[in-house]
């Protein structure tokens, strides 16, 4: 560790604080004091780690600690920063995905380094997360001792650093959206339709997701161009059709998102070169957004207009 961070705080005491500053415990580094909006979230985080302490402010954790992480909402991090004491020799780092370390300007002008550490994993609870920092990426972000620092420290809790251009950071957060959150809203809605079946969501997920744990396993070790199956994939137009047809008759909501998603499988399908050109045209006007194709009128039309869907 370089010499001049022994200490390190956390500002703010949500997620991705308690899952930072407990496997940084672990991992031996020294985590001495916690501040947040509320004490009640910084007592919490504070009895999770040995050897730290919840401070009455933000303003203490900035003068006792030689590192502070400013893990409070993306657009909290700017005034946060503005309002805190920052020296030389002090280091002053965020962990959003999606800002720079342009957000922590107002430290830099003060004498602070200025950095990021994003873990590129998902923290849905004040419990656990740590678990779940091994074997993640951790997007880093600074100059010199601090950027050695960081690279460091992603690797002692059991990660990889990865180096994003400031003006990539957007798409890279992006990436993640898509990855995580996004897959997460395409299972709900997978789930929502055996509400139109008559069963629950939970006996939906239930039924989906050793499906869900076999895509993931067959992407974790072929890609998901090549893990991805289905009737687009096959060329299957008139599965594709009865899908079309049950949705914008049953259950409409997820319509757009299913429509959308397979639009971007069918291109996915033609540059494996699993469909012809022709397949593809085929299955991209059944699966056209509303504005450019009325999804009613097969079932109004059912048998008129089946070949024109
Ligand atoms: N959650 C994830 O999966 C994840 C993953 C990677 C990176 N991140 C990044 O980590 C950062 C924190 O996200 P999170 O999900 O951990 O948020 P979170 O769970 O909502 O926690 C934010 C914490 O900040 C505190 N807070 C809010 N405004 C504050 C202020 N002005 N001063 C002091 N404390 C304040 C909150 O207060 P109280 O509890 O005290 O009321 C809360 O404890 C964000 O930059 C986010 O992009 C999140």
Not at 36 to 53: I, M, Q, T, Y
Not at 149 to 170: H, M, N, Q, S, T
Request: glycine content about 10%; overall charge neutral; proline content about 5%.
């Amino acid at each position: 560790m370089a010499s001049e961070f022994q200490s390190m705080g956390f500002v703010g005491a949500g997620r991705t604080a308690n899952a930072l500053a407990v496997a940084f415990a672990h991992a031996g580094y020294r985590v001495t004091s916690v501040a947040s909006r509320s004490n009640v979230s910084a007592l919490a985080l504070a009895r999770k780690v040995p050897g730290c302490r919840a401070a009455d402010s933000p303003l203490d954790v900035a003068a006792e600690c030689d590192l502070v992480f400013l893990t409070v909402p993306d657009d909290a991090i700017a005034p946060l920063a503005a309002s805190l004491p920052w020296r030389n020799g002090q280091a002053a780092v965020h962990c959003s995905g999606a800002l720079s370390s342009e957000a922590l300007r107002s430290a830099r002008e003060r004498g602070a380094a200025a950095g990021c550490f994003h873990p590129l994993q998902t923290f849905a609870s004040q419990e656990g997360g740590d678990a779940r920092l091994a074997g993640s990426a951790f997007a880093v972000e600074g100059q010199g001792e601090l950027l050695a620092w960081l690279e460091e420290a992603a690797r002692r809790l059991g990660g990889f650093p990865v180096f994003i251009k400031g003006g990539d950071r957007p798409l890279y957060h992006a990436s993640a959206v898509m990855a995580c959150g996004y897959i997460a809203t395409m299972l709900d809605a997978a789930c929502g339709l055996w509400e139109h079946m008559g069963a629950s969501r939970e006996e939906g997920l239930k039924a989906l997701l050793p499906l869900v744990k076999g895509t993931i396993a067959n992407v974790e070790e072929n890609g998901p161009r090549i893990a991805a199956t289905g009737p687009i994939l096959r060329g299957d137009a008139g599965t594709v059709r009865r899908h079309v047809e049950a949705l914008a008759g049953r259950a409409p909501e997820a319509l757009p998102l299913y429509c959308q998603a397979g639009l971007a499988m069918v291109t996915m399908a033609q540059a494996r070169g699993s469909i012809s050109g022709a397949q593809a045209e085929e299955m991209r006007r059944l699966l056209e957004p509303p504005d450019r194709k009325d999804h009613t009128l097969p079932l109004m039309r059912k048998g008129t207009r089946a070949g024109a869907l």
